[in-house]
Structures are given as C-alpha cells and as structure tokens.
C-alpha cells in the first residue's frame, strides 16, 4: 500500500530522499542534529518529522488490519 504524499509540507524534503519501490519515502540520516536545526526553522523541522511519523504509523496500522 502507498502512503499518499500529495499533502507535503514544504519543509518535508529536510528530511526524506527518494522513495523505495513501494513508495515509501526514505528518511534522512541527521548525524548532526545541533547543526540540522540551526541550519532551518525549528518549528519546520519537527513539523516535517512529525508528518513523516505520523505516515509511517498510518502505514502500518493499515497493513495491520
């Protein structure tokens, strides 16, 4: 099942790459968090990873059912 991305905040792209072949997008790897969040919006940040969360746990509540 594809987790719809049509509702993207323009921020969402701090954090994924790309798409695996099922459509899920791939998150970054921030191995510097102090230098991430300095770098953008605190409030962007933790907006754009609690959207990709809250698909990742809508993908498998869905595929639970």
């Known amino acids: 099942m594809e987790v719809s991305g049509s509702a993207q ?3 969402y792209s701090l ?3 790309g798409k695996n ?3 899920i997008p791939g998150a ?3 191995d510097n968090i102090e230098d991430f ?3 953008t919006n605190l409030e962007a940040a933790l907006g754009a990873l609690n959207e990709l969360y809250s698909k990742v ?3 498998f ?3 639970s059912a």
Do not use: A, M, V, W
Request: glycine letters at 14%.
């Open 9 to 11: 905040t323009p921020y």
């Open 37 to 39: 969040l300095h770098s």
């Open 28 to 30: 970054k790897f921030i």
């Open 21 to 23: 072949p099922r459509g």
């Open 57 to 59: 746990g809508n993908y």
């Open 61 to 63: 509540s869905i595929g």
């Open 15 to 17: 954090i994924t790459e």
